[in-house]
T-cell receptor
Framework: SQTIHQWPATLVQPVGSPLSLECTVE??????LYWYRQAAGRGLQLLFY??????ISSEVPQNLSASRPQDRQFILSSKKLLLSDSGFYLC?????????????FGPGTRLTVL | QKEVEQNSGPLSVPEGAIASLNCTYS??????FFWYRQYSGKSPELIMF????GDKEDGRFTAQLNKASQYVSLLIRDSQPSDSATYLC??????????FGQGTELSVKP
């Protein structure tokens, strides 16, 4: 069965510091991978998605970036965090080329920027 | 007009009642429709998906889809306090992406 991991689970960072969040998927090959952000009391905002190693599409201009160095690893980064970067960061996967578009979410990382 | 709209709630129902959650979408080309449940502080978990017009039942949950009216709903029968959560409607978009509504908060009172 497939599982998705995210770490860290929680993170408190000062404004201007760098960020690295990691997501890994087990039990599937060549998944589509997604990064979402959910601000407090808000819906899910798609940040990045990837259909393969090194292939990243950005949905929203911001000071964040994403990378996919391995098939089942997806990393979200920032060089300098802003207060507005606080939120619940969710990684999700779906079957590559699947017809259902069903996405499954990881446990998330709660980021607080002070 | 938002691409996927849900009533924000909170929707409050007594234990044992039927909870009805509604969602409308703007893209007539959407083919896949999903309901996720999100407990406070947790990540969304998939409850059901539906592709065809009509009803799809899974235990106490029934998803209903009407593509002509661009409307999808989720019925929860015999609601339990453990069903209290935010329910997210998601609709397939271009390139395999999902478009999420803002979510409806459901509260089931004992």
């Amino acid at each position: 069965s497939q599982t998705i991991h995210q770490w860290p689970a929680t993170l408190v960072q000062p404004v201007g510091s760098p960020l690295s969040l990691e997501c890994t998927v087990e039990g599937t090959s060549n998944p589509n991978l997604y990064w979402y952000r959910q601000a407090a009391g808000r819906g899910l905002q798609l940040l990045f998605y990837s259909v393969g190693i090194g292939q990243i599409s950005s949905e929203v201009p911001q000071n964040l970036s994403a990378s996919r160095p391995q098939d089942r690893q997806f990393i979200l980064s920032s060089k300098k965090l802003l207060l507005s970067d606080s939120g619940f960061y969710l990684c999700a996967w779906s079957v590559e080329g699947g017809s259902t578009d069903t996405q499954y979410f990881g446990p998330g990382t709660r980021l607080t920027v002070l | 007009q938002k691409e996927v709209e849900q009533n924000s709630g909170p929707l409050s129902v007594p234990e044992g009642a039927i909870a009805s959650l509604n969602c409308t979408y703007s893209d007539r080309g959407s083919q896949s429709f999903f309901w996720y449940r999100q407990y406070s502080g947790k990540s969304p978990e998939l409850i059901m998906f539906i592709y065809s017009n009509g009803d799809k039942e899974d235990g106490r949950f029934t998803a209903q889809l009407n593509k002509a009216s661009q409307y999808v709903s989720l019925l929860i029968r015999d609601s339990q306090p453990s069903d209290s959560a935010t329910y997210l409607c998601a609709v397939s978009g271009r390139g395999g992406k999902l478009i999420f509504g803002q979510g409806t908060e459901l509260s089931v009172k004992p």
